[in-house]
């Protein structure tokens, strides 16, 4: 489940002090530019210390709907982050540990911002060292965050490719609306006296992921037998379906917060969620507004997954404070979930629960940067911080190989650190029936992280216990499994740009569900002098399925090919990573997570 330890402190007396970072807000340099002859020699050392780049296993290319408009002009600005080598990660590993586990003396400990600062601060040798090496390059406007391991810098081109030799930056344009970024098709590499410095280099590589939702034909309704139906998945069959009241709603009275993250310039409009809750929210007490926005929201159209998020989070978690991070990436060389990790690494004071609808192939991820970004994610669970990820929209996935066709985990769905939330739909899809999985539903186990111990059993038992199992050599039944639980994902109503949207579907939908009802037992727990959740999953496993229906019919899709024929896993009684535990049964989970 662990990530090696990081970098040890290094020699301190030859090397002075590094200048001391300040955070990202108010922005303030860290050093100003050095002209001429330093970054001459800067490129001299490039040249004759050249090491092996930091991601060698990144995937270079633009993924499909990408197309390059050319190399950009040498004097045109960039920012990029550098993610700087973070100190002592097994000892907050023990920590997060420790904190979320109900039997330790320690859980709901939590520690603050400025306690996890002082634990992975990169050592002054590290901080020098970077500084030293960006301060000859002509970096400008570097700013940092709280913790210290990360810094945005802005150059020009010509400077960051003589600072990471073998970049080569390109201006993409986004065929299906995706915006237009900076990114470099080669690959990069560092001085050979800064590989052990630096992790990675952020801006270079990774792309915006197109949004999966989907807005799915809806099923034919004989008219004659439509009295006492539904038509679509709303608020109101979200609270019946999942046995809320109209009083299983927020107090007001209590420090309780809860976020959503958009990554894909993709903006709410107040007035949609306004519209909204005059259509759906009439039967329980609500917010009719977001509380805060952290970042840029755009004044253009609204987006269809972002107004999902918001509108089902705020009616969920209903009049519970609702924070929206907006991050669409202030350059086109920033990447905007990356972006989200330094606000979460800048802010002492954040949300109890995040949802987010985000993910990417593993595979198309650097080692280097899946650690990070996994780090990243365990010093938020260390804080207490709840985060929850989609599971994805592709069931098991399907990676085609040399060697054949093998499933495609997600990511940041895999991390160990995160809880997963799957799909499911209504037997019945317009009557508030039992779920079943929705096919869609992502789920299966990492190539990268391993199976974390707090769900060994669960895994152990539907790995010994399921009878019609796909070929082992389609996964790796040691990795983390996933997804952890699931909810209703299918046909769901989004009013966008003040029109009404049925059949709306997807994880993007079933994660802000589930986030905010755990913002409502959050609220139980706050009043009772509990603290709040935090990471889930140690207690999740630990409950067995307690306060969740079982989801134990249906499979989701996979590789469509002669041996798995499109059918990936299957849900069976207790766990599986299709639905995980199951769906929330609301005074059944708060029952379970009230105490201790």
């Not at 050095?34 to 290319?61: I, K, T």
């Not at 601060?121 to 960006?134: D, E, G, M, Q």
């Not at 589930?514 to 706050?526: D, T």
Request: charged residues 15%; proline residues 9%; contains cysteine.
């Amino acid at each position: 489940m662990g990530l090696g330890a990081g970098l040890g402190q290094g020699r301190r007396e030859d090397c002075p002090s590094p200048v001391p970072p300040t955070p990202l807000t108010p922005p303030t340099p860290l050093f100003h530019s050095v002209p001429g002859p330093l970054l001459l020699l800067l490129v001299a050392l490039c040249a004759c210390a050249r090491g092996l780049g930091p991601e060698p296993d990144q995937l270079f290319q633009p993924p499909p709907g990408w197309v390059s408009l050319g190399r950009v002009g040498p004097d045109e600005s960039l920012s990029l982050t550098f993610a700087l080598k973070q100190q002592n990660l097994q000892q907050l590993q023990k920590l997060v540990q420790d904190v979320s586990d109900p039997g330790s003396p320690r859980y709901g400990k939590y520690l603050t911002l400025e306690d996890v600062a002082a634990l992975v601060r990169p050592s002054i040798f590290t901080l020098s060292t970077v500084h030293k090496w960006l301060q000859a390059a002509g970096a400008q406007d570097c700013q940092t965050v709280i913790t210290e391991d990360f810094l945005t810098c802005q150059m020009t081109v010509q400077q960051a490719e003589q600072l990471l030799p073998g970049a080569e930056f390109h201006r993409f344009v986004g065929r299906l609306g995706g915006g237009r970024v900076v990114r470099s098709p080669r690959p990069y590499s560092l001085p050979g006296a800064l590989a052990a410095h630096v992790d990675f280099v952020g801006g270079l590589h990774r792309f915006p992921r197109a949004s999966s939702l989907q807005q799915r034909p809806g099923p034919k309704l004989d008219v004659e037998d439509s009295l006492g139906l539904h038509l679509g998945v709303t608020p109101s069959v979200i609270r019946e379906r999942y046995n809320l009241t109209a009083q299983d709603v927020g107090s007001g009275s209590s420090n309780n917060s809860q976020a959503c993250a958009q990554f894909l310039e993709q903006y709410f409009h107040d007035a949609d969620l306004e519209e909204f809750m005059k259509l759906f929210g009439k039967s329980f007490p609500h917010k009719v507004s977001v509380s805060r926005v952290v970042g840029q929201q755009g004044h253009g159209r609204a987006g269809l997954e972002a107004s999902l998020d918001v509108q089902y989070l705020m009616s969920a978690g209903a009049n519970i404070s609702t924070w929206v991070y907006s991050s669409p990436g202030r350059h086109e060389a920033q990447e905007p979930f990356l972006q989200w990790l330094l606000l979460l690494s800048n802010e002492s004071s954040l949300p109890l629960v995040h949802t987010v609808s985000y993910g990417d192939d593993e595979d198309s991820l650097s080692t280097a940067y899946l650690n990070r970004v996994n780090a990243e994610l365990m010093k938020a669970a260390a804080r207490g911080l709840t985060l929850l990820f989609a599971s994805g929209d592709s069931g098991a996935g399907c990676f085609s190989g040399p060697k054949g066709h093998t499933f495609r985990p997600s990511f940041p769905a895999s991390s160990p650190y995160v809880t997963t939330v799957g799909g499911t739909s209504f037997q019945n899809p317009f009557k508030v029936t039992e779920e079943i999985v929705d096919y869609i539903s992502g789920g299966g186990f990492s190539n990268v992280f391993p199976r974390p111990q707090y769900q060994d059993e669960a895994v152990s038992h539907f790995l010994g216990s399921s009878t019609h199992l796909p070929p082992s050599h389609y996964y790796n039944a040691s990795g983390r499994a996933y997804p952890d639980v699931a909810a209703l994902s299918d046909g769901y109503w989004v009013v966008s740009n003040h029109m009404p949207i049925p059949w709306v579907s997807g994880t993007s939908a079933s994660t802000p569900v589930f986030g905010g009802l755990l913002s409502l037992v959050n609220e139980h727990r706050l009043l009772n002098g509990r603290p709040p959740l935090g990471f889930l999953n140690p207690r999740l496993y630990s409950m067995q399925g307690s306060g969740l229906f079982d989801v134990t019919r249906g499979c989701h899709m996979a590789c469509l090919d002669d041996v798995v024929e499109g059918q990936g896993f299957c849900s069976k009684t207790g766990w599986d990573p299709v639905t995980g535990w199951g769906t929330p049964n609301y005074p059944a989970l708060l029952k379970a997570l009230l105490d201790p």
